[in-house]
């Protein structure tokens, strides 16, 4: 007998493409955009806020979600307001400007607490999630421009490529870029027009200078500038060189690096100095740091400051405390630590970020901090059986959270304190959800460090649970 055909819920009928249909924004995503539900489907909608009624057209349309852009804004969000930067729409470096401060501020905070509502168990009470932390003057605070180059009806520009696209948009002044990294890409610009040196082209692979990559020390004072190029030989380089410190004498050091392959990467293998000193200095609270070409360095000096003061209040520090830094880098957050407590111990898998966070230690005169290569899940096991086990550990992974290995060593080894550094609201999620078995989250700090960009940093205060020594 034939099974009598049941009648489709208009709850199933997906979206197509091309599709115009109006949506209540309920939320912002985590790459800035808004969120709305159709017919139960999520839809992801940039430039739309949170409140928002607007007609959107589905654009791609996938099996668990759609995107779409805005074709009218029926209802606006009392938040909205007019982006300053003339081509914000087009260049896709900032996501929020068109969103009130202060608003961005409760919108970050927002998505850190949908992260956790998403991937833990944890009530949001509980986890205590407190306001974050934003700029007194939310511009021009970012200390190193990576901009490509390119050939404009014959005239030289740099900038950023376009949303989704490989079309070149030029930058002439980046309101979130420090005032001297716009001005030194403007002025090479020119040099490198006047010279006639050729610029590289993407599609058939011909030309020199690809990027121009510019750093300043905002204490400082001093500029680095990197020039990236396909090949070694640069033509009338002696020439470039002294234009460039005749119309820059802020540029202390002129570097070259070569890359000459078929790739997204900024870098190639290969750094020479062309001019002056081989790094810059920097200043955060009383450490001084040597930035070399690669180095990395907080892009956002003003808010690395309130972020390392979170990362101290966190620890607790008493100056009894023997310390670990997993994923230590160049040994900044340590650094920071290390005079309130008794012992300090770095890893790092990278070998020259180790090299250099011993040299950064012995350059303040800190003695109680040891740094080694490798990762802390090896390390940690090792310490413990020597008889070295650590009160705090602090965690500054990359996006893609700690390494399970990692995490499960921390449960072994339970540190009476982790604090978790993180740039990525829902790998933290996901890695505190793993943590919780042990540890009690007892808050969770966001800091803005890139204001009107999606990108939202946290500092959380894990302490172990009483009866799990």
């Known amino acids: 007998m034939m099974k009598p055909q049941t009648k489709k819920s208009n709850d199933n009928i997906k979206l197509q493409e091309g599709q115009t249909f109006p949506l209540t924004i309920k939320r912002l995503g985590i790459n800035g955009e808004g969120v709305g539900f159709f017919k139960k489907q999520v ?40 982006p300053p930067c003339p081509i ?7 996501q929020l400007q068109h969103l009130d401060y202060h608003q961005q501020l409760k919108e970050k905070r927002d998505i850190v607490v949908q992260a956790f509502e998403r991937y833990t168990n944890v009530s949001i009470e509980e986890l205590n999630i407190k306001q974050t932390l934003g700029m007194e003057d939310p511009w021009n605070y970012r200390n190193k421009s990576q901009f490509q180059v390119g050939l404009q009806k014959q005239k030289v520009i740099a900038g950023l490529y376009g949303i989704n696209s490989h079309y070149l948009i030029d930058i002439a002044d980046c309101m979130v870029q420090h005032e001297a990294t716009n001005k030194v890409t403007q002025v090479i610009k020119r040099i490198l027009q006047d010279l006639k040196i050729s610029i590289y082209n993407e599609r058939n692979r011909k030309g020199l200078v690809r990027t121009i990559v510019t750093r300043v020390g905002v204490e400082s004072g001093e500029v680095q500038v990197v020039l990236i190029t396909a090949e070694k030989n640069i033509p009338r380089k002696q020439v470039l060189v002294e234009e460039i410190t005749k119309r820059l004498p802020e540029v202390k050091s002129i570097v070259q690096n070569i890359n000459g392959n078929k790739t997204s990467l900024i870098f190639g293998d290969v750094t020479q100095p062309l001019h002056g000193k081989e790094v810059i200095q920097e200043t ?15 892009l956002n ?3 690395t400051v309130k972020l390392y003061d979170e990362v101290k209040k966190a620890a607790q520090l008493t100056g009894n405390e023997k310390i670990v830094d997993a994923y230590c880098g160049v040994g900044t957050i340590g650094l920071w630590l ?65 390494d399970s290995k990692l995490l499960e060593t921390v449960m072994k080894v339970k540190p009476k304190k982790l604090v978790y550094v993180s740039c990525n609201p829902s790998t ?9 078995k042990n540890y009690k989250v007892n808050y969770v700090q966001p800091v803005d460090m890139f204001p009107h960009t999606a990108h939202v940093e946290c500092v959380s205060q894990l302490i172990l649970k009483e009866g799990t020594l």
């Open 428 to 436: 933290l999620a996901k890695d505190i959800k793993t943590l919780s």
């Open 284 to 298: 955060l609270g009383d450490l001084q740091f040597e930035l070399s070409a690669r180095a990395f360095f907080q």
């Open 301 to 303: 000096p003003y808010q």
């Open 88 to 94: 914000y729409e087009q260049c896709g470096g900032c």
């Open 338 to 402: 290390a005079k309130d407590a008794a012992e300090l111990r770095g890893m790092d898998t990278i070998g020259e970020a180790i090299a250099d966070a011993k040299k950064n230690a012995k350059r303040h005169g800190i003695d109680n901090a040891t740094y080694v290569t490798g990762k802390a899940e090896e390390w940690l096991p090792k310490w413990v059986k020597e008889g070295w086990k650590p009160d705090v550990v602090v965690v500054d992974p990359p996006r893609t959270g700690c």
């Open 43 to 82: 839809v992801f909608v940039p430039g739309a806020l949170p409140g928002e009624e607007v007609v959107v057209e589905a654009t791609k349309v996938q099996e668990k979600f759609a995107e779409g852009k805005i074709k009218k804004i029926r209802k606006k969000s009392e938040h909205r307001i007019a």
